[in-house]
């Protein structure tokens, strides 16, 4: 067959797939009940422009030979942000400014049910408890009006309304939109799981929320953006809810608001340096002129160690993002946002393999204009995604004030411990049952504990401390020790008499 009739013919099966999926999602609108009609139609056309784009893109969606390091303007440090002080009339610009948290995930990888959200990070503190705690000790300090806004997912969303009672009292208005519900598709066939558009008993499995670059469309398409908008509301700090250094930067947003060159700027991305831990985070590149995020997905195979070094891509995206609320409109009412889809496989409970279509929230930098990046402290990217993460923000090297964690002025160097706790310690109430209280870590530089060991009350650890249980065996860490550059192996004992 010749290159022509080869590519006529991959065209063909490609509108025949479309039409099919196009049945297919007609078929599922027709279960919708009368209210959730409207709603069910835009999640489903949603889903198939994605689809249509899906088919559409093949292989790497970057061409490795364009990409280039960013213009030395185009990311600014965070030092330059902040020597320009602050104006006298912040609480002006403060009262333009939203809060939106990503709060679409579970917390099933580290054993809990319901929204990660809802898990105690830090004296009975949840994530959702510090983030209301940081922006009523704003609005309070500089009597504003800074609203919250979650992003909820159908997962998380019935949970986290019940939650959002009991700030009533709070002085922060919190407002909560929903991510959309797209349909998981066969990774054989490519057509929908779903036979109809409940998501309980067999098709629990079946649906699954777009990922964060959902927000614009949801965002937009759920009524708030345009009320905001109305209310003066100029811009929106994104950031993800389990990232506790994400807070409320003034120098940022003053940088936003009083630009130095009197260009508005509709996109900061803050980034950070990247430490051996961070190889596989998103970095910015200029493309073809714009500022692009590129995430290790996109990378050809050939690159990726590449894409990893430390030496050539030294910083990786936070996904602290500061948005323009009147340019998100603009864009969405143009179509014109245009993120690189994400292809994520997963296998279900019963065996069959499905892919689902996704796009991350800040691939739409360059869709913005005069993007910007910020090389952020460290600090500002302090994510808990495992219990290994908890048990740092739980300790001493942080102290909690307002909802908000530093780290602790009694630690000698700012960088913080590399922690692995195995797998022993992986689900929230394992890892709090190892722990009689969380050991004093003000002076540890690294942590390994692998196998069933468990500590005893004020513990002290120093230096690098390596502790090995080997199948069959336990250690228990006596109350009151010591480690200080130790390796702990074998089997220790300590029982009750």
Not at 72 to 82: A, F
Not at 120 to 147: A, C, M, S
Request: hydrophobic share 35%; with cysteine; net charge neutral.
């Amino acid at each position: 067959m010749s290159q022509d009739g080869a590519s006529q013919f991959q065209e063909v099966i490609r509108q025949e797939l479309e039409l099919s999926v196009k049945k297919e999602l007609e078929k599922i609108l027709t279960t919708a009940p009368s209210h959730e009609f409207e709603h069910t139609k835009k999640d489903l056309d949603g889903f198939r422009k994605l689809f249509h784009r899906f088919l559409q893109e093949k292989g790497p969606s970057v061409d490795w030979g364009k990409i280039q390091r960013p213009p030395e303007d185009s990311i600014q440090p965070y030092e330059k942000i902040k020597a320009r002080g602050l104006p006298d009339n912040i609480s002006s610009v403060l009262n333009k400014l939203v809060v939106v948290k990503l709060n679409g995930g579970l917390g099933t990888s580290m054993g809990c049910k319901g929204p990660k959200s809802l898990i105690g990070v830090r004296n009975e503190n949840t994530f959702l408890d510090l983030t209301v705690q940081q922006i009523e000790h704003l609005n309070k300090t500089y009597n504003t009006d800074v609203p919250l806004v979650l992003m909820n997912s159908f997962n998380t969303d019935e949970d986290t309304k019940k939650i959002l009672q009991k700030y009533n009292h709070c002085r922060v208005k919190i407002y909560t939109f929903n991510q959309s519900r797209y349909p998981r598709i066969n990774k054989e066939s490519l057509l929908p799981v779903a036979k109809d558009v409940s998501y309980s008993g067999e098709n629990t499995e079946a649906w699954y929320p777009p990922g964060h670059g959902d927000i614009y469309a949801s965002f937009y398409n759920s009524g708030l953006l345009d009320t905001l908008i109305g209310e003066g509301k100029e811009y929106i700090f994104v950031s993800n809810i389990d990232n506790l250094g994400a807070t409320v930067d003034l120098y940022i947003l003053n940088h936003l608001m009083n630009p130095p060159n009197g260009k508005p700027c509709e996109f900061v991305m803050e980034v950070t340096n990247k430490t051996r831990a961070d190889v596989k985070g998103g970095t910015l590149t200029q493309y073809e002129g714009k500022l692009r995020l590129v995430e290790i997905a996109q990378v050809p195979k050939a690159h990726v160690d590449e894409f990893k070094s430390v030496s050539k891509f030294k910083i990786f995206n936070t996904n602290n993002l500061w948005i323009s609320l009147a340019a998100v409109k603009r864009l969405q009412e143009q179509n014109a946002i245009d993120m690189e889809i994400i292809v994520n496989p997963k296998t279900l409970d019963g065996g069959l393999n499905v892919i689902q279509l996704e796009t991350a929230v800040g691939a739409a930098i360059k869709s913005f204009e005069n993007s910007l990046g910020i090389n952020v402290p460290r600090s500002r990217f302090l994510p808990v995604k495992t219990t290994s993460d908890l048990l740092l923000v739980m300790s001493n090297l942080y102290s909690l004030n307002a909802g908000s964690l530093t780290m602790s002025e009694k630690r000698e160097f700012p960088t913080v411990p590399l922690v692995k706790l195995g797998s022993s310690f992986t689900k929230v109430q394992d890892y709090l049952r190892r722990f009689e209280s969380i050991p004093d870590m003000l002076e540890l530089d690294h942590l390994t504990v692998s196998g069933d060991v468990t500590f005893g009350k004020n513990v002290s650890l120093k230096g690098t401390v390596i502790i090995i249980a080997n199948h069959g065996d336990r250690i228990d860490i006596p109350p009151g020790a010591v480690l200080e550059n130790k390796i702990v192996s074998g089997n220790l004992r300590i029982l009750d008499h």
